[in-house]
């Protein structure tokens, strides 16, 4: 379940785990190559760390270029806009992407299923030396040289934050994602069949997503928070994710997810 200050690293330009992983929801002690919705409270920090300069908090808080990326990607991601979202991407990479437009539709439905609001607080946040590198499944044509952490409040008085991986080209910042190589679009073939076929399980125990359930599956999608959806159904029906995952998609209205 989706806690007060965990925080879900968005991981959607590592190609290779978002490519055949199921999304987990509730993951422990998550590091960023691990999957693209792993999910874990921020560490304290430890004792006798060294006050921050005004000029690291200058820079955890981000130049004004990409606070207003980050605003584009809340609003396109919260209005669940794909042509906004892509203007957000780097073009070298929407060039390589080509005709695989369904692998980079695949990638944005699953950010449209983050827990965001309006209300938000920015930090920005280097990149980790050993992750997002290009292999088999993936080039990066714009590499990735920061990540956004996106913090939004619950209801719970908790925030959650959403991590998204940025970079520049041509002076200007984006939203970094992978370009599937052959292999990559072969995996990813793969998994659309997996998902087909999960979709006819779902659908066969939609039948007893009965009343109180499904009021309370349709609340938890409606506040955005499908994480918490996913655990109901399949702590409810004792089903696997995956199929949670379809059960919720179907209630959702999203098919092609």
């Known amino acids: ?111 449209f299923a983050l827990p965001i609001s309006k209300n938000y607080q920015v930090t920005v946040t280097e990149k980790p030396a050993n992750v997002m590198l290009p292999d088999k499944f993936a080039t990066y044509p714009m590499p990735a040289t920061h990540y956004l952490g996106i913090a939004f409040g619950t209801e719970d008085s908790g925030t959650i934050t959403v991590n998204e991986w940025i970079g520049q080209e041509n002076g200007h910042w984006y939203e970094a994602q992978p370009c599937p190589t052959e292999l990559g679009m072969q995996r990813f073939a793969k998994l659309q069949r997996m998902r087909a076929q999960g979709r006819e399980r779902a659908k066969e125990y939609m039948a007893r997503v009965q009343e109180p359930l499904k009021s309370q599956l349709l609340a938890l999608i409606a506040k955005r928070d499908n994480a918490d ?25 999203d098919e092609a997810d």
Not at 230 to 253: M, P, R, Y
């Open 229 to 253: 959806a996913w655990t109901l159904c399949v702590k409810s029906l004792h089903v696997d994710f995956q199929t949670a995952h379809e059960i919720v998609a179907i209630l959702a209205g």
């Open 1 to 111: 379940m989706l806690k007060a200050s965990g925080t879900i690293f968005a991981m959607l330009a590592l190609a290779a785990a978002a490519a055949l992983a199921t999304p987990a929801a509730a993951q422990q002690s998550a590091a960023p190559q691990q999957s693209p919705w792993a999910m874990h409270a921020p560490a304290a920090a430890p004792h006798g760390t060294a006050t921050r300069s005004a000029q690291d908090v200058a820079a955890e808080k981000g130049t004004p270029q990409q606070r207003e990326l980050a605003r584009k990607m809340v609003y396109a991601m919260y209005a669940k806009d794909f042509a906004a979202l892509k203007q957000l991407i780097a073009p070298s990479t929407m060039k390589c992407i080509g005709q695989n437009q369904n692998f980079l539709d695949d990638r944005i439905r699953k950010q």
